[in-house]
């Protein structure tokens, strides 16, 4: 295992902002501190949300002569580390983007064979983050190898960074992501601002990853210093979104509402990394509520850092569970029909550590507390969630 200078880091799920789901490649240093300063006046920053990431395409077309990356020269033409200042000056923190082989996924040079030479490049700017993805040529090495080269190069800098492993969740990075150094593995493969995306389009709806994380039995993996990530939040974007316009995919509406809360209820449920993904100086209010929801954050935050699971399905409705610290427990019911449908449960069958005689369960999207003995109930609308959190009395 490497120390990757980290012991303490990520032991909560990382929280922060992504270009990639709104700007794609056509992202600026300019949208870049729009963002710090959007993280700063939305009250995103304060809930949480402190890593700053500039994505894809933030590197000129070649390596300079010693194979170092540069800053694009119209894109980024201040340079990385006065960015990274200004970031670091509005009490954010700011990571960066590179891939485990010759090129990135939108074909810029990437950093396979020269982990040592960027991962200094990278600590010398003052990065915090890197999110490391799985393009270019590989040169015939697997990705245990490749995502432990640039492992071991960040665990030789003399500066602290979360190291995010992109490789969509193809071999498995869960059994030996923390064992390279990993704080986070993405489990799937991208998102895209959709509910539901056919399997001839790029990318995963809201419900296929919500099934692939009911499928994928991974949950051992996650936790402290080391988190499954269903990938980023697409909260708030829609057809228009940078991604959704360069990616294979046909998207005719943004999410509802109710598909929007139980995107963001379920990523909290698995205790995912809370990167937002929308345009912040467009955000609307219903967005900024979501994003910056404490109750729904501090379940995504718990200090157990257990990942939630899926503890029944009846027809098209499931009933999903996360046990939290001082023998609380948070539950969706989650109605993935068409018509409003009622839906049970009751602490039996959910991570409640303790029996109780009556427990409160705080309803967090209707503001509402309630006693039950131990039966919980919720009318739920078409592809919408109740979340509650439970305690015994
Ligand atoms: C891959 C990653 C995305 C994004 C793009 C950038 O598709 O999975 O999250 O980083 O590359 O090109």
Redo the contacts with the bound molecule.
């Keep these: 295992m490497f120390a990757n200078g980290g012991l303490g880091l990520a032991t909560t799920p990382p929280m922060g902002w992504n270009s990639?789901n709104s700007f794609s490649?056509d992202v600026t240093e300019e949208d870049i501190r729009t963002a710090a300063d959007q993280l700063v006046e939305t009250g995103l920053r304060d809930a949480g949300y402190e890593y700053l990431v500039v994505?894809?395409c933030w590197m000129a077309e070649t390596l300079d002569d010693d194979g170092r990356l540069r800053p694009h020269p119209e894109t980024f033409p201040s340079g990385i580390e006065p960015l990274a200042e200004y970031i670091h000056d509005r009490g954010l923190k700011f990571g960066i983007?590179s891939s485990a082989g010759t090129r990135?996924?939108?074909d810029y040079p990437a950093s396979l064979g020269r982990e040592g030479l960027h991962a200094q490049q990278f600590a010398d700017w003052g990065v915090d983050y890197l999110?490391y993805?799985n393009?270019g040529d590989h040169r015939g090495k697997d990705a245990i190898a490749r995502y432990s080269a640039m492992g071991k190069a960040l665990a030789e800098v003399d500066r602290d960074i979360v190291y995010s492993i992109?490789e969509?969740g193809e071999n498995e990075p869960w059994l030996w992501g923390r064992n390279v150094g990993g704080h986070l593995w993405?489990s799937t493969f991208?998102i895209v601002a959709k509910w539901s995306a056919n399997r001839f389009e790029f990318g995963l709806g809201i419900v296929d990853i919500i099934d692939r994380m009911a499928e994928r039995t991974i949950e051992s993996s996650h936790g402290p210093g080391g988190w499954n990530d269903p990938?980023?939040l697409q909260v708030g974007n829609g057809p228009d979104s940078g991604q959704s316009e360069l990616e294979d995919v046909a998207i005719e509406r943004g999410l509802t509402e109710a598909e929007e809360r139980t995107h963001f209820s379920f990523w909290c449920l698995f205790g995912a990394p809370l990167m937002a993904g929308n345009d912040l100086a467009e955000m609307d209010d219903r967005t900024r509520e979501l994003l910056t929801n404490e109750d729904a954050i501090a379940i995504d935050q718990d200090p157990l850092g257990i990942q939630g699971t899926r503890d029944g399905v009846l027809d098209e409705t499931e009933i999903w569970s996360k046990r939290l610290a001082g023998d609380e427990c948070a539950v969706i019911l989650f109605n993935r029909s068409e018509s409003t449908t009622d839906i049970e449960t009751t602490v039996e069958t959910v991570d409640m550590p303790v029996d109780a005689e009556t427990y409160t369960a705080w309803d967090i999207w209707n503001d509402e507390v309630f006693e039950t003995d131990g039966r919980i109930h919720a009318t739920v609308e078409p592809h919408d969630v109740a979340f509650m959190r439970l305690s015994p009395e």
Aim: proline share 0%; charged share 40%.
């Design positions: 990639w490649c994505d894809d983007y990135t996924c939108q999110k993805d393009c992109c969509w993405r991208d990938d980023m």
